[in-house]
């Protein structure tokens, strides 16, 4: 059970897609007495996710110059960063968006330990509500 939503919750962090909110909520609604160990683990799957594609900006970046983001959510996303730096990051749990966020953030060399505190915060505030809106709804 917990490798399934560990998994779920990575890979809809990267920029493949997914939905590991679903899979929570249904987890926490069947066995609500593991509401703190779904919550972590899907909290560590989402953030290792984001730190993956963080890092692959990190390293794009040795490569590939920042102007090739041409799409409108990269370019959105960039922004952003601009604008407010690793605080917009507590954003990256926004579908579409925060993907591109994280990747640019690391593109963009934003310091890697603010960058995982303000991914950690976001997605850890996202999972609580979702997981206790569930166990809401359940009752």
């Known amino acids: 059970m917990a490798w399934e939503l560990l998994l779920a919750a990575f890979i809809s962090s990267t920029l493949l897609p997914g ?5 929570l909520a249904w987890y926490v609604t069947e066995t609500p007495v593991n509401f703190y160990p779904l919550i972590t683990t899907a909290i560590v799957g989402n953030v290792a996710g984001s730190m993956l594609s963080y890092f692959m900006g990190w390293l794009i970046a040795l490569k ?3 102007t ?3 799409k409108p959510q990269h370019k ?9 730096g690793a ?14 966020l994280c990747l640019i953030a690391g593109w963009l060399r934003l310091n890697p330990l603010n960058s995982f505190i303000f991914i950690l915060a976001g997605k850890s505030v996202r999972y609580f509500v979702i997981a206790w809106l569930a166990l809401e709804v359940a009752v």
Do not use: F, H, M, N
């Open 76 to 84: 959105r996303a960039k922004r952003w960063i601009d604008q407010y």
């Open 68 to 70: 090739l983001l041409d």
């Open 64 to 66: 590939y110059p920042l």
């Open 19 to 23: 939905g590991s909110e679903l899979l």
């Open 87 to 100: 605080v917009t990051l507590l954003l990256a749990w926004l579908p579409l968006i925060g993907d591109p």
